[in-house]
């Protein structure tokens, strides 16, 4: 089935969501600097009835909906605007109020790594009405392979932090927990064949696999900048009078946290 789709932001994946679509026979008018082209380029929206936003962050979701590139506003025909980046859930629930109602929106924070995203295995948390997600189907069926739908628009981008910031703890604890088992003398491949024993092997490659949350750094070893942002994100989607002290605890800790590669 061939469908419209307009691909905006800068993210790692946006090279592989291309592919993604374009193999799945999608028109994709691309609008991010990897793919040689930008909002700024197009004069005429005309036409963009979806839009897959993939920013890095929110200043350039900013960028991209209200600013200097202005799609939300200067798209008369706009109907979607499927928000696929790593945004703050508060941020994220924020943007209906923002964008005109007649444009449906879907917030799909994906997880999977970049060789995962390119052989279309990306899993996606969505939130939304049921006719919004009805729009968004042809995108996210040619993005991965399931969609989980967590509820309204804004509740997948703060389950996708919730679950980040359990994946974080996780993580964080094994990596001290493999230092101390090398002091004690014990072989980094018992220990870990013993937590696979106990909590599987899918959970363990969530923790210890090189591409993912663990190790998955920049230059300078920010392990603990990730862990602490991971927190943080999760942290943002707290209401008033909720407990926040074991997590804010969490974050100091995490700071501190160095990455570690399973031998």
């Given at each position: 089935m061939t469908f419209s789709v307009a691909l905006a932001g800068s993210h790692s994946v946006v090279s592989s969501f291309f592919i993604r679509l374009k193999a799945a026979g999608a028109d994709v008018l691309a609008l991010c600097p990897q793919l040689g082209a930008t909002a700024e380029d197009i004069a005429d929206r005309a036409g963009i009835r979806t839009l897959l936003l993939v920013p890095r962050d929110v200043m350039e979701s900013e960028a991209l909906l209200f600013e200097a590139e202005n799609l939300a506003k200067t798209s008369p025909d706009l109907e979607l605007i499927i928000l696929s980046g790593p945004l703050s859930p508060r941020y994220v629930r924020a943007l209906r109020a923002r964008i005109a109602a007649h444009i449906a929106l879907v917030d799909a924070?994906?997880?999977?790594?970049?060789?995962?995203?390119?052989?279309?295995?990306?899993?996606?948390?969505?939130?939304?009405?049921?006719?919004?997600?009805?729009?968004?189907?042809?995108?996210?069926?040619?993005?991965?392979?399931?969609?989980?739908?967590?509820?309204?628009?804004?509740?997948?981008?703060?389950?996708?932090?919730?679950?980040?910031?359990?994946?974080?703890?996780?993580?964080?604890?094994?990596?001290?927990?493999?230092?101390?088992?090398?002091?004690?003398?014990?072989?980094?491949?018992?220990?870990?064949?013993?937590?696979?024993?106990?909590?599987?092997?899918?959970?363990?490659?969530?923790?210890?696999?090189?591409?993912?949350?663990?190790?998955?750094?920049?230059?300078?070893?920010?392990?603990?900048?990730?862990?602490?942002?991971n927190v943080e994100q999760a942290m943002d989607t707290a209401l008033k009078g909720v407990h926040l002290t074991p997590p804010r605890r969490s974050g100091y800790d995490f700071a501190t946290t160095r990455a570690r590669h399973l031998h």
């Open positions: 924070p994906f997880s999977g790594t970049l060789r995962q995203i390119s052989a279309g295995q990306a899993t996606f948390l969505v939130g939304g009405t049921a006719d919004a997600l009805k729009l968004a189907h042809p995108v996210l069926a040619a993005l991965g392979q399931s969609a989980t739908h967590m509820g309204d628009f804004g509740t997948a981008m703060s389950a996708k932090a919730l679950q980040d910031c359990i994946a974080a703890a996780s993580s964080a604890l094994t990596r001290s927990a493999l230092d101390w088992a090398d002091a004690q003398g014990i072989e980094e491949t018992r220990l870990v064949h013993l937590l696979e024993t106990t909590f599987g092997r899918r959970m363990m490659n969530s923790i210890t696999d090189p591409a993912s949350l663990v190790t998955n750094t920049l230059p300078g070893d920010n392990a603990g900048q990730v862990l602490v942002k």
